[in-house]
């Protein structure tokens, strides 16, 4: 149900277009190498930037893809667990990856 409600809410905000820039096709490469690369890619930075923001706002978020982080969570460690849920589900990876992100840290840290 909030799967449904998360996907719901981002098609009608947004375009989630195969081609876009900031798809899980695009984007999970990028942030599997920001996870082990000392490199400053500037695409490694949109993906962490991207993360980071995530996590930050994640307690103004809808109630419908809401998820609740330890507070002590890093930015590193939700890298992680958006490449998780991307490599998990290929089906999606056309889908916006703040979208994915989303969607695996709701599966990783669920409110109760």
């Known amino acids: 149900m909030r799967f449904a409600a998360a996907i719901a809410i981002v098609l009608i905000a947004g375009n989630a277009n195969a081609q876009d820039a900031a798809s899980g096709n695009r984007m999970l490469g990028f942030c599997k190498e920001a996870l082990v690369s000392k490199n400053t890619d500037a695409m ?53 990856f703040q979208l994915l992100s989303v969607l695996g840290f709701m599966e990783a840290w669920p409110c109760k």
């Open 44 to 96: 490694h930075g949109v993906c962490l930037g991207a993360i980071s923001a995530i996590l930050y706002l994640s307690d103004f978020l809808d109630p419908r893809i809401k998820f609740c982080k330890p507070a002590t969570v890093t930015a590193a460690q939700g890298i992680s667990i958006a490449v998780r849920y991307m490599e998990n589900h290929p089906e999606l990876l056309h889908q916006d």
